[in-house]
């Protein structure tokens, strides 16, 4: 049961990382600086939380 727990999250701070990601990206290409350093704020905090999964995502 606990490894599902945890994949499930893996999974859940996987798609997080990518949205926000994607988010950021899209900010900065439309010109909102502001929006785009708050959201690479957010993705440094998210990484910085499951440091386990930056190993992971370096893989994909």
Known sequence: MADCVRLIHEESVRRALVSI??????????????????????????????PHLRRTLAVR
Request: proline share 0%.
């Open 21 to 50: 990601s994607a988010e950021m990206h899209r900010a900065r290409d439309e010109g909102r600086t502001e929006d785009a350093d708050a959201l690479a704020a957010k993705l440094s905090r998210l990484a910085a939380d499951a």
